[in-house]
């Protein structure tokens, strides 16, 4: 059974659902949750702290599926991370405005000031590149070496997706994921090329 702080936070994702974030109200939330208006400012102290913990909620649940992703076997982590990101911003605006920095009217956003985010308690949601940050330090943890780059990659190709949407279909997500490991796949090649010897044109090598 859902805490109560778990039922408003759904609650408030079903209001927005319906709503911009500017027209919905907190006795609307505690409505659609079940409890009293009461309950909610002492779960969350003002919109501005709702708003912060659902921001948060998107982003721990963006990380754990990386987290998910990153158990894959080691040659399909960079695409299964890549997979799991344009899915995610795909299907949780939330997520794509964390990943992205680009909010779109009616979303809910961060607000930064000392003392805005109410009884949300712990960090305030990510920016992008604080974010980013948190996902590459689960890739260089679950990779190495050349894995490591083939994951940057990965996650620069899947931003680039997620910025300039793909439809959402099995085809196109099969199209985008070939693209992944083929551009991943090449451009360690090329690091590897670049890093060793050079060959003059008797095919000696030239240190």
Known sequence: MPTARQALLDAALRA????PWR???MVDVAALAGVSRQTLYNEFGTKGGLAGALLGRAADGYLAGVDRALTAPAPDRPAAVALWTIRA???DALVKALLTGHWTEGLPRPDRRPGSRGRTGGKPAPAPDELLALVRERMAAASHGAAAGR???ALRLALSCV????PGDDATDSRALRLV???SREAVHEGAGLSGPSRTAGGRSRR
Do not use: F, G, K, T
């Open 163 to 166: 910025i300039v949407p793909v």
């Open 23 to 25: 027209a919905v109200r």
């Open 181 to 183: 490991r083929e551009a």
């Open 151 to 153: 994951c940057e990659i």
């Open 89 to 91: 911003a795909r299907q």
């Open 16 to 19: 927005l659902a319906d709503r």
